[in-house]
């Protein structure tokens, strides 16, 4: 059983991955500190936020990301494109200097012919690295095109969870975008996965799934369970 605690608040809400929570932190301050604490990759001047494997402590930043809108789920961010590139590497590293060496190869030939028919002095890169070959190739994930808000959402989890072995994803205000039946879906879809959502919200949801537990902190920072 892991503990997810909020320090300023005293909470202690225990988890396990695979299930998932409904923060609601009716105070605004303590709200907008959470808020910015997750938005700036779980730094901050103290660790609002912090998850216990019993007295073990478990950054964060290795295994959770923060998603602060749900109209902005874009699967093709910098973490991503490297945790992908990193892949590459390792499972096609011989593949991928030989397409670095051909790719020089062939450039050279070019500057070559180049110079027989200008006055010119060009230089290449020596170094072309195997990132460079990805950006030039423009590998990246595939997006799909007329989804629903919700399989955005799932494709979203699971490129992360492929590329980054994520298990807790903290999103602010899913009770504004998804009603009762999305949220169900996403639970179910997520049940074999072993991946964890936690809403943050600032009120109460009209409803609570069966899949959720939720907790709340209010205007006075008491812990209601």
Same mark, same amino acid.
Not at 82 to 98: F, G, P, Q, R, V
Not at 127 to 139: C, G, T, Y
Not at 184 to 190: K, P, S, V
């Given at each position: 059983?892991?503990?997810?605690?909020?320090?300023? =608040? *005293?909470?202690?809400?225990?988890?396990?991955?695979?299930?998932?929570?409904?923060? @609601? /932190?009716?105070?605004?301050? &303590?709200?907008?500190?959470?808020?910015?604490?997750?938005?700036?990759?779980? #730094?901050?001047? *103290?660790?609002?936020? #912090?998850?216990?494997?019993? /007295?073990?402590?478990?950054?964060?930043?290795?295994? +959770?990301?923060? %998603?602060?809108?749900?109209?902005?789920?874009?699967?093709?961010?910098?973490?991503? $494109?490297? =945790?992908?590139?990193?892949? !590459?590497?390792?499972?096609?590293?011989?593949?991928?200097?030989?397409?670095?060496?051909?790719?020089?190869?062939? !450039?050279?030939?070019?500057?070559?012919?180049?110079? %027989?028919?200008?006055?010119? *002095?060009? +230089?290449?890169?020596?170094? &072309?690295?195997?990132?460079?070959?990805?950006?030039?190739?423009?590998?990246?994930? =595939?997006?799909?095109?007329?989804?629903?808000?919700?399989?955005? $959402? &799932?494709?979203?989890?699971?490129?992360?969870?492929? !590329?980054?072995?994520?298990?807790?994803?903290?999103? &602010?205000?899913?009770?504004?975008?998804?009603? #009762?039946? #999305?949220?169900?879906?996403?639970?179910? =879809?997520?049940?074999?996965?072993?991946?964890?959502? @936690?809403?943050?919200?600032?009120?109460?949801?009209?409803? %609570?799934?069966?899949?959720?537990?939720?907790?709340?902190?209010?205007?006075?920072?008491?812990?209601?369970?």
């Amino acid at each position: 059983m892991k503990t997810i605690i909020i320090g300023k =608040a *005293d909470v202690k809400i225990p988890l396990d991955f695979g299930n998932h929570i409904c923060l @609601v /932190v009716e105070n605004k301050m &303590l709200f907008y500190n959470i808020g910015l604490f997750l938005f700036n990759d779980f #730094q901050g001047e *103290d660790e609002l936020i #912090q998850l216990y494997d019993g /007295v073990t402590e478990i950054h964060l930043d290795e295994i +959770a990301i923060f %998603v602060p809108a749900l109209f902005d789920l874009s699967i093709n961010s910098k973490k991503n $494109l490297n =945790a992908l590139y990193k892949i !590459l590497k390792s499972l096609y590293n011989d593949d991928i200097k030989n397409g670095i060496k051909s790719i020089h190869e062939s !450039l050279m030939l070019m500057l070559g012919k180049i110079r %027989v028919d200008y006055d010119l *002095d060009l +230089a290449i890169n020596e170094s &072309l690295s195997e990132n460079d070959l990805f950006k030039i190739a423009d590998i990246k994930i =595939a997006e799909s095109e007329s989804v629903s808000l919700l399989d955005q $959402l &799932l494709k979203y989890i699971n490129v992360h969870c492929e !590329l980054r072995k994520t298990k807790i994803i903290f999103i &602010l205000e899913m009770n504004s975008y998804l009603n #009762q039946d #999305q949220k169900h879906n996403l639970y179910e =879809a997520l049940k074999y996965k072993e991946v964890s959502i @936690v809403s943050v919200d600032n009120h109460c949801p009209t409803c %609570v799934d069966n899949m959720e537990k939720m907790f709340v902190v209010d205007d006075d920072l008491c812990f209601i369970k």
